[in-house]
């Protein structure tokens, strides 16, 4: 299933907001401790008065609490199912890098990939994969450096 309707967000949360998901990730993080499903009130604030309760699963309102926690912060947040198809700019957009550069990693086997026609899609799994590999890799050369630093008396 190709992701078209992916789209990073490109500003911030308000201020208001940041605001209110502070206050909401902090309320809602006390609940769900429980590990249990979480019920809530959906109140749609009209006066016709049919308001709802709707009960969600323990893990998706951990997933809440840690969106809100983002939004928290300042962060835009953006929901990517693990099994998402992605296209080799959105993969690019995903990792701060262009759209040539994955391209060059596919090509050299680096992130998996698979053709569309004369298109590529990246599984959007395999590219946190990848993520976590190139950070792991960039972490050690850090890590190398600091060590080569200590050692020189830098």
């Known amino acids: 299933m190709i992701a078209p309707d992916i789209d990073l967000?490109?500003?911030?949360?308000?201020?208001?907001?940041?605001?209110?998901?502070?206050?909401?990730s902090q309320r809602l993080r006390r609940v769900v401790k429980a590990n249990r499903p979480l019920r809530f009130t959906a109140v749609n604030g009209k006066t016709d008065g049919k308001d709802e309760t709707v009960e969600i699963p323990a893990s998706a309102a951990e997933l809440l609490v840690r969106l809100l926690n983002q939004m928290a912060q300042g962060n835009a947040v953006?929901?990517?199912?693990?099994?998402?198809?992605?296209?080799?700019?959105?993969?690019?957009?995903?990792?701060?890098?262009?759209?040539?550069?994955?391209?060059?990693?596919?090509?050299?086997?680096?992130?998996?990939?698979?053709?569309?026609?004369?298109r590529r899609r990246?599984?959007?799994?395999?590219?946190?994969?990848?993520?976590?590999?190139?950070?792991a890799g960039r972490q050690q050369a850090l890590e190398k450096l600091a060590a080569l630093d200590e050692e020189l008396g830098l």
């Open 9 to 24: 967000p490109r500003t911030p949360p308000s201020d208001a907001d940041v605001r209110l998901a502070r206050e909401s």
């Open 78 to 118: 953006t929901l990517i199912p693990i099994h998402a198809e992605l296209t080799t700019q959105q993969a690019a957009d995903i990792l701060g890098v262009s759209r040539p550069f994955v391209v060059k990693e596919i090509e050299e086997k680096r992130l998996p990939a698979r053709k569309v026609g004369t």
């Open 122 to 135: 990246v599984m959007f799994g395999d590219l946190m994969n990848y993520k976590q590999r190139s950070d």
